[in-house]
């Protein structure tokens, strides 16, 4: 009976939808074809855009290493703590803005230079997940390094690692990992930043067919002052056979420094990371050989996307580090310093600094190994999951340390503590490798687009509900219960019985969130792309459904494993449940509200008044210019 009447339900409701051209095509690719044998997404950030619960990559919490792999992973943690504590100086790097020659032979001599290299090269040939734990210990030390080292062991090598040919992988991985040669990431361009798609710089095949000559300047290149290999991108004019028309596509080119043409700019002043020597690569009818080329031509974007999405984690491992010193600090001065008679830790509004530090610490250090304990499982569909990683681990430890700097007031505030360092440095983490804002609209509109094709297959399948039955039940039903409250997700079976009120939090935010989604559709359409006051929005609950999820798989396993911290995890999972679901709650009204339609008005109007009048558009009080 009540599938009957589901079904009935749902195909008024999805006419309706169809009626108001609601379901649209938002992709910018073709739509695939019905013989297409595409996989279903096991992401669960990607399902929870269509009210789909996938729990393939999200329950249990990832055991991605065995003993074997502990083992090997531990013997370099010992090293990378002696070398941070007793050769590398953070503060001399920091005034010096730069790294002593004898401190960057101890990282050669180390191995810790080419962790993702692998072992047939020279390299340390670490997982992901080992590669986190390592770079989590250089984190709590000096974020400048970490920088000055992960800018060659990630992005300036994986490209290579990833998309290299078998001649290129043996030229090159061998030089980037034993052989003292720092490689470097160049993409952005002056005139383009988070538009990676739209470069500027040329590559044109030579008369000869030898060569690629390039020519164009990439800007604010990590490490482009001491790299000698450059992962690279050029637009590349290319003939469609068919049609005779030319296209520039994006391409990717190794390129060595001691190529003709090539140079660099002096070192940029920067706010932090100092020691990691940023400039411009400059390249002049630069002649790049064809062997040279990464991948095949006009596949360049999808390089450059994948190397920063396979790294973005290790941002997260970084700043886990750094979160861990910093509630260090501040739980030593806390439990210290005393005022008005009375310890610091005494009082509650410290305590609640305190706890919310840890838990946000927790929060962050859960998603790094989870999309890094993913991705070693062989995951392929962690894009989404890693971009949250990436905006909520370099958010919250922005959060973390401001938040230390207040509870050691003065000391905090003086550079002896480090504290104002890693405040410094770890500022530009919310701008590179995908700036925040723009990876808050890709996870957005990434998923709406999932969205708007599950609802597209249902509207196929309405038009002969008989021959795709299945379809139209499962997806119907699940809308028409939805609507009326019955239904909902349930994650209970999956959590540790502490945690039950906790993961009900959690579904009932992921069930007004779908809901919320398929209403946006219904009233936007294609038009959801500029509606970026409610994107935003949609971002943030989806950035706290994937924390909530995290942490409550992560908890579940301390208690079934028997953890001697699993009490103290619940704890600060049913915290951050009650925090985050909070905050759903708040931003789906917002997305709903007319009152917030009308206030996002007067943000435009206001930000417009602003930029016509090149600052401030308000009366000084006593109106003298």
Wanted: charged share 20%; with cysteine.
């Amino acid at each position: 009976m009540l599938k009957t009447c589901g079904s009935v339900a749902v195909n008024a409701y999805m006419r309706r939808l169809l009626l108001q051209g609601a379901v649209r095509n938002l992709s910018t690719n073709a739509a695939p074809k019905p013989n297409d044998q595409q996989k279903p997404s096991r992401s669960f950030v990607m399902n929870l855009f269509s009210g789909k619960l996938q729990t393939a990559e999200l329950f249990p919490y990832p055991e991605p290493l065995n003993d074997e792999q502990k083992e090997y992973v531990q013997a370099f943690i010992d090293p990378t703590e002696k070398f941070y504590r007793d050769v590398n100086d953070a503060a001399k790097n920091d005034s010096t803005e730069s790294v002593e020659q004898a401190v960057v032979d101890t990282l050669w001599d180390q191995g810790f230079l080419g962790p993702f290299i692998p072992t047939e090269y020279g390299g340390l040939g670490l997982s992901n997940t080992q590669s986190a734990r390592i770079s989590e210990v250089a984190g709590s030390y000096d974020l400048g390094m970490c920088i000055y080292a992960g800018a060659h062991q990630t992005i300036g090598t994986k490209g290579i690692v990833m998309y290299g040919t078998k001649e290129q992988k043996e030229k090159y991985l061998p030089q980037l990992c034993t052989g003292r040669v720092f490689g470097a990431f160049a993409l952005t361009e002056p005139g383009t930043g988070s538009d990676a798609a739209s470069i500027n710089t040329k590559a044109v095949l030579s008369p000869c067919g030898k060569y690629y000559i390039l020519n164009g300047t990439k800007l604010w290149c990590s490490g482009g002052g001491i790299a000698n290999i450059f992962t690279t991108f050029a637009q590349v004019e290319v003939v469609d056979p068919q049609t005779g028309e030319k296209r520039n596509k994006m391409t990717a080119f190794v390129v060595e420094r001691a190529f003709e043409g090539v140079s660099t700019g002096p070192p940029e002043s920067k706010m932090g990371i100092k020691c990691s020597v940023t400039t411009e690569v400059i390249f002049d009818d630069a002649k790049v050989p064809v062997e040279n080329l990464l991948g095949e031509v006009g596949h360049g974007f999808k390089i450059a996307v994948n190397i920063l999405n396979s790294g973005r984690f290790g941002l997260g491992a970084m700043l886990s580090g750094t979160m861990k010193t910093c509630v260090e600090k501040a739980a030593d001065h806390v439990s210290n310093r005393v005022q008005f008679k009375r310890k610091l830790i005494e009082f509650e509004n410290v305590q609640e600094k305190l706890a919310m530090m840890a838990t946000y610490h927790y929060v962050g250090q859960s998603l790094t190994y989870m999309v890094s304990g993913n991705m070693d499982q062989g995951s392929v569909d962690f894009h989404l999951e890693a971009a949250v990683s990436k905006v909520f681990c370099t958010e919250a430890a922005w959060y973390v340390c401001d938040e230390a700097i207040q509870l050691l007031g003065g000391n905090g505030f003086m550079k002896a503590s480090g504290l104002e360092r890693f405040l410094r440095d770890m500022r530009v983490f919310r701008i590179f490798e995908g700036a925040n804002d723009v990876l808050r609209m890709f996870i957005a509109l990434t998923g709406i687009q999932k969205a708007g094709k599950d609802l597209r297959e249902l509207q196929k399948a309405l038009k002969n509900p008989l021959g795709n039955l299945g379809v139209v039940l499962t997806e119907g039903s699940k809308r028409a219960g939805r609507s009326i409250g019955f239904g909902g997700t349930d994650l209970g079976s999956f959590v540790a019985s502490e945690l039950q009120p906790a993961a009900k939090q959690c579904a009932e935010c992921m069930d007004v969130f779908s809901k919320t989604i398929e209403s946006l559709l219904v009233k936007h359409g294609k038009g959801i792309v500029e509606r970026q006051f409610q994107l935003a929005r949609v971002a943030d609950s989806v950035i706290d459904i994937y924390t909530m999820a995290a942490v409550l798989s992560r908890a579940s396993r301390s208690v079934r494993k028997g953890l001697p911290s699993a009490q103290h995890e619940i704890l600060m999972t049913q915290i951050w449940c009650q925090e985050a679901s909070n905050r759903v709650h708040r931003n789906i009204n917002r997305i709903n509200s007319g009152a917030f339609k009308e206030h996002y008005q007067k943000l435009a109007q206001v930000a417009r008044n602003v930029s016509e009048r090149r600052g401030v558009a308000h009366t000084n009080p006593l109106e003298i210019d």
